[in-house]
């Protein structure tokens, strides 16, 4: 348990925290999308990310559902994730903080939700990626 200040301070940090997994997501879904559209098998690369100076227990947790999406079940819904990530955008104004990461998974869980995956869990974004980029 950590003291963190007056009452709302608790939520404060949920936020601070939630913007760092929601951009960690989003890095994971676009790196894991990336190197299958380069010809790496998916388990495999996420074997290394799991392997690697990336490996928090955040890719430890979320591995069956980048991996296997249809077997694995919704932690957390997208639908959440951007309703989060408004409250981010707000108590930043709020707060003056400067959130350009923020920005951008802001856009591209928008982008995912919009086309439909606002029911399935936040690793969907990797889905989204791999059903709307097409390989060059």
Same mark, same amino acid.
């Given at each position: ?18 913007? /760092? ?11 894991? /999308? ?11 690369? %996420?074997?290394?990310?799991?392997? &690697?100076?990336?490996?928090?227990? %955040? ?7 980048? /991996?296997?999406?249809? &077997? ?33 998974? #802001?856009?591209?869980? #928008?982008?995912? /939700? ?8 936040? &690793? ?13």
């Amino acid at each position: 348990m950590f003291h963190l200040g007056p009452v709302g301070a608790g939520a404060t940090m949920k936020l601070a925290v939630n913007s /760092v997994v929601f951009a960690l997501n989003q890095a994971l879904a676009e790196a894991l /999308v990336l190197a299958e559209r380069a010809g790496i098998d998916r388990a495999a690369a %996420y074997d290394v990310f799991g392997a &690697s100076a990336i490996a928090a227990p %955040y890719v430890h947790y979320k591995r069956a559902a980048f /991996v296997d999406p249809a &077997s694995a079940g919704v932690a957390f819904r997208l639908g959440l994730v951007a309703k989060d990530l408004a409250l981010i955008e707000a108590l930043a104004g709020r707060a003056g903080a400067t959130m350009e990461q923020l920005d951008a998974t #802001r856009a591209a869980v #928008r982008a995912a /939700v919009e086309a439909g995956y606002e029911d399935e869990d936040m &690793s969907a974004v990797a889905s989204f990626l791999r059903d709307s980029t097409r390989p060059a």
